[in-house]
């Protein structure tokens, strides 16, 4: 519980730009509140609601931060003389507890673009004098759409309504368009899902298969190898149901106990006893079983439904043993006029856990690579630090299918630049980059051969004959020679990148056809790749430490990770340009002390 602080000049001048202002009434001053370590400031406003329920006048709280301007602002409704629904950009709006006078029901009323954080006049007054009074007026706009039926407005993006969550476990599924049109050509509407726990992480639970009520195999989903390898015995069934619709009550709010859940149900002609019976007569065992309630979703207001969404429920243990009514015989009518009552006869709060839609679309969202990069089988010579950095932001990226060839095994001194860590040490480079890259997406499909490709040249792996991007991040002569002599059955993009001393110049070089040409790498790249070499002709190279006399190759992890991101860059221009061959080299401009970016150079 925090210190009451003084009340600050800034925090007087916000609160006096509401002073006089015929449509504000400040109903007390500012008060600390020592739950919440905030300022309250209660006040009352009008807005234009003519045409609806809402009234014109209504009463709310602000809770403004200590360090105002800075800080949060947000707004509650009172518990008396405002709202008592839920609305779109609203949190749930229960009554919270009795001894606070405001609800739980807080308003977004930021803009998109303000919620991220960026500090724009035009997006949000944020000088002490305006920044309360802003919140005041987006208070009132929002009021004025609510009473309008505008809050979701056709064309802007669709938002399902909070869910109250007490859970710290969360299911994840993949959904899409190519799933939703699936669910939309089967009858079902109940039936049984496989959850697999996350490896790593407990708390994460994946939908890994559907299956009907009977227990006939629907679809699998296209999870990669993380998922896809859990074993089976650790795998459990559980119920889904499938609505028509988003089950909601007026106006936007989730269902929070299993009577408003029957009564969103019955609006859409679902019979939510029915199917849970049916569940129940195979879930007797004491055990409270989660379940999946489904329902079609759109990307935008007002427009069709796209993909299916699914939030998940911790039901209640159903009647079993000797759990039954007192003085009836345990027969099936019994136990479940038992659990009728259990569920709805008083408000049994639902138990919702988090749920996220894991399809690789919505996973990046915040960044992909282009869809070329994305689909294509992707051969990656070297784990290195170069080539694990280049792996990773690949995977990261949305690239799915992947083969990662070294002969290498980690050492304690690949560290100081290698994604990898000391859990590694000894372990083969490419198996255990494969395994760190399972571990960042879940559809990846990623084969590790710890082998040098120049071995066997003529006959290559069949896995590195399927590959469509073939990466050389080795900087062997061998490789690109040995890659010079397999013959892809088609054009393949072939790129090849490595970087000089202290990573100060990095080369790029991609072309595209059916082997790689290695007479055009050394006809483009030869007086770069001299260069590099007067250069470490002139460093006092380091050694791995007392004792071995081979000299290591210096480049700090900085160094080599802006490498890995110039990269992937070229890769990506390449990848678009389908070039027959192409040059890059990027310079690095000034010191350690004094960086000033790249210098590129094109062929």
């Not at 990848?575 to 690095?588: D, F, G, H």
Request: with cysteine.
């Amino acid at each position: 519980m925090k210190q009451a602080p003084e009340l600050t000049q800034d925090l007087r001048l916000g609160r006096r730009a509401l002073d006089g202002r015929a449509d504000v009434v400040l109903l007390g001053d500012l008060s600390w509140d020592p739950e919440t370590s905030v300022w309250v400031l209660p006040l009352r406003v009008r807005a234009d609601t003519r045409e609806s329920t809402l009234p014109e006048w209504t009463d709310w709280y602000v809770f403004i931060d200590a360090n105002y301007p800075l800080g949060s602002i947000d707004v509650h409704p009172a518990k008396t003389g405002s709202i008592e629904d839920t609305y779109p950009h609203q949190r749930l709006n229960t009554p919270g507890p009795a001894t606070q006078p405001w609800r739980d029901g807080r308003l977004c009323l930021q803009t998109g673009r303000a919620s991220l954080g960026f500090r724009v006049e035009e997006e949000e007054a944020r000088d002490a004098a305006g920044r309360l009074e802003w919140y005041v007026h987006a208070l009132q706009d929002w009021l004025a759409a609510a009473a309008r039926g505008q809050l979701l407005a056709p064309g802007q993006p669709f938002e399902l309504p909070d869910l109250p969550i007490r859970d710290r476990a969360r299911v994840v599924f993949s959904e899409g368009p190519e799933t939703f049109a699936r669910w939309n050509e089967l009858p079902d509407s109940r039936g049984w899902a496989e959850l697999v726990p996350l490896p790593g992480n407990p708390r994460v639970f994946a939908v890994r298969a559907f299956y009907s009520f009977e227990g006939r195999w629907l679809f699998s989903v296209e999870w990669g190898d993380l998922l896809n390898r859990v074993p089976r015995r650790r795998c459990v069934r559980i119920p889904w149901m499938r609505c028509k619709e988003l089950p909601l009550l007026p106006v936007h709010a989730a269902p929070t106990t299993w009577q408003d859940l029957e009564r969103a149900a019955k609006a859409q002609h679902w019979d939510l006893r029915g199917d849970l019976m049916a569940f129940a007569e195979r879930l007797r065992d004491g055990t409270r079983h989660l379940c999946l309630v489904g329902f079609p979703v759109a990307a935008k207001v007002g427009e069709p439904a796209v993909r299916t969404h699914w939030w998940a429920a911790r039901l209640p243990s159903f009647s079993h043993g000797d759990v039954a009514p007192r003085g009836y015989a345990r027969t099936k009518q019994n136990r479940q006029r038992y659990d009728l009552t259990n569920l709805f006869a008083k408000p049994l709060p639902v138990d919702w856990l988090r749920t996220d839609d894991w399809a690789p679309e919505e996973l990046r969202s915040r960044g992909a690579l282009p869809e070329e990069l994305r689909r294509s089988w992707v051969l990656l010579l070297g784990a290195g630090a170069l080539g694990a950095a280049v792996a990773e932001m690949l995977v990261r990226g949305g690239v799915s299918r992947l083969v990662v060839v070294d002969p290498d095994i980690v050492e304690g001194g690949n560290l100081v630049r290698h994604t990898l860590d000391l859990t590694e040490v000894g372990v083969s480079k490419a198996r255990a980059l494969a395994e760190r890259l399972r571990s960042i997406s879940p559809d990846l499909q990623v084969h590790a051969l710890a082998q040098s490709l120049e071995l066997a040249p003529q006959q290559p792996h069949w896995l590195v004959s399927r590959c469509e991007t073939v990466i050389d991040c080795t900087a062997s002569n061998d490789v690109l020679h040995a890659l010079a002599r397999i013959t892809w059955e088609g054009p393949r993009l072939f790129f090849s990148a490595s970087f000089g001393v202290g990573a100060r110049r990095v080369l790029c070089f991609s072309a595209t056809g059916t082997s790689f040409p290695v007479e055009a790498f050394w006809a483009q790249c030869g007086k770069w790749i001299h260069e590099d070499y007067k250069e470490l002709l002139r460093t006092d190279l380091p050694r791995e430490g007392v004792g071995c006399w081979h000299p290591v190759f210096p480049a700090r992890a900085d160094d080599v990770m802006l490498a890995a991101a110039i990269t992937v860059k070229a890769l990506v221009r390449s990848a678009t340009l389908r070039p027959i061959t192409r040059v890059e080299t990027y310079s690095r401009e000034g010191a350690d002390d004094d960086f000033q970016g790249y210098a590129k150079w094109t062929a």
